[in-house]
């Protein structure tokens, strides 16, 4: 768990926020089924599969699967710089995820993607957590492919 109490808190109040605005029906299916945070980042460990929705510039909604890496309570993706949803999420930041697994968990996430630059403060520590799970060779991290944090407005938790 690389979470910090306060990003931990701060999940706690998303998932509380995005519930109690989500629709009759959403609450209806979740109630009694979610997850607290503290659950969520020790049940979201290493990869996990997303399946990612982008927006084309004609409006029209593209979902690809991605490499999801739950880390300070939000999602980390990556994608080729040529990939059509890098793209995309250059023009329109605005990205919805889905992690599946089976009937017994869902999380869904809406929010903004943002590019986790090699220049940046918090790139150091996504490198070597992605060093660590691909290899150390595995990519030219900073030319070939282009990393995300989906930055959340809006998270649920589906729990069976």
């Known amino acids: 768990m690389r979470e910090t109490p306060e990003e931990l808190a701060a999940l706690q109040d998303l998932l509380d926020a995005s519930l109690a605005r989500s629709t ?4 209806s299916i ?36 991605v490499d999801g890496h739950f880390l300070h309570g939000r999602w980390h993706f990556g994608t080729a710089r040529t990939a059509a949803k890098a793209r ?24 903004t993607a943002e590019e986790v630059k090699p220049s940046g ?12 799970h691909y290899g150390k060779d595995a990519f030219d991290w900073e030319n070939e492919v282009v990393y995300y944090r989906l930055r959340p407005h809006w998270m649920t938790v589906y729990a069976a």
């Open 24 to 27: 009759a029906h959403l609450r």
């Open 30 to 65: 979740v109630a009694g089924r979610t997850m607290t945070a503290a659950d969520l980042v020790a049940t979201l460990t290493g990869m996990c599969t997303l399946a990612l929705s982008t927006v084309t510039a004609s409006g029209e909604p593209r979902i690809s699967g």
């Open 121 to 132: 403060e918090d790139w150091p520590e996504l490198l070597e957590y992605l060093r660590e």
């Open 88 to 111: 995309h999420l250059a023009a329109r930041p605005a990205a919805s995820a889905a992690h599946m697994r089976g009937e017994e968990l869902g999380v869904f996430t809406h929010g």
